[in-house]
């Protein structure tokens, strides 16, 4: 499985993004997918993720109301929409794939294939 995260950059506070994850054959029909961001200094953490078997949505707190996920129809790229954007939100930004039960979708330990990150900068 090879994920490829795209879509990164500077942007002003206020201002918008979509990232992009694409992945070949049926990679996100098969797992569970999620968005996860390490700021400098920081851990990795949870952003949103996206269910296989439906469009069920989650969020963490700090994003809801301005992050959106999504898929394409044929299942082969992965968006997360960003809107409203603060300089806390700066970091490196993950999809990531697993076989992760509802419980732990938040945990990054639960997925097992990883993108390569893209750097999402917020100026304010």
């Known amino acids: 499985v090879q994920l490829q995260a795209s879509g990164g950059g500077l942007v002003q506070a206020g201002g918008s993004l979509r990232l992009s994850c694409a992945a070949s054959?049926?990679?996100?029909?098969?797992?569970?997918m999620g968005w996860f961001r390490q700021a400098p200094g920081k851990e990795r953490e949870f952003v949103a993720a996206?269910?296989?078997?439906?469009?069920?949505?989650y969020y963490a707190d700090s994003v809801k109301g301005r992050f959106t996920v999504s898929r394409d129809n044929p299942r082969t790229t992965v968006y997360l929409q960003m809107n409203n954007l603060k300089p806390e939100d700066t970091a490196v930004y993950y999809c990531?794939?697993?076989?992760?039960?509802?419980?732990?979708?938040?945990?990054?330990?639960?997925?097992?294939?990883w993108g390569q990150g893209t750097l999402v900068t917020v100026s304010s």
């Open positions: 054959g049926r990679t996100f029909s098969t797992y569970n």
């Open positions: 990531a794939v697993g076989n992760v039960i509802l419980s732990s979708m938040r945990d990054p330990g639960q997925y097992i294939y």
């Open positions: 996206m269910r296989r078997t439906s469009n069920s949505e």
